[in-house]
């Protein structure tokens, strides 16, 4: 008898960690909130996206106000088009909004934000966001510092080859 008892209680216990395994993938992969909320669906225009995903946030101020609901390529522009979806209780932006990407967290979310303008018209269904900020690239980052330290550096050794007065 005692041994079922312990049985049932390991049972239970196994099912609340599997239950919490569960709820732990569905917050790491933005899958809790599947359902369609209401709102508006603006676009914008970034060069880069980096590894933003649909159902990324989107966030001002570091409230989440909706959500990117898809990404594709304007082979017009050449550039990475992002569909955000505002939600209806986040009216009222000014149609001179920027976005940037920018990453999150030790796994590197990138998430997009909005930053409000001073224009006194907002922006409404299917407007599209004109000011936007790519997301930072670290391998370019790094290329940069590196050719640009290796060009001071060539810079210095021809300096130091000529000597100082001679041409």
Known sequence: MVSRTVEIWVGVFVALGIAALFMLAMQASNLSTLSRADGYIITAGFENVGGLKERSPVTVSGVRVGRVEK?????????????????????????????????????????????PGGSLTNLVEGDRVQLTQ???????????????????????????AAGPGEE
């Open 71 to 115: 990404i594709d390529y304007d082979y017009d522009t050449f550039e990475a088009v992002v569909s955000l979806r505002i939600d209806s209780d986040h009216q009222g932006f000014p149609e001179d909004t920027a976005a940037s990407i920018y990453t999150s967290g030790l796994l590197g979310e990138q998430y997009v934000a909005l930053e």
């Open 134 to 160: 790519s997301a930072l690239v670290m391998e370019q980052v790094i290329g940069q510092f590196l050719y640009s330290a290796a060009a001071e550096n060539t810079a210095t050794e021809s300096f130091t």
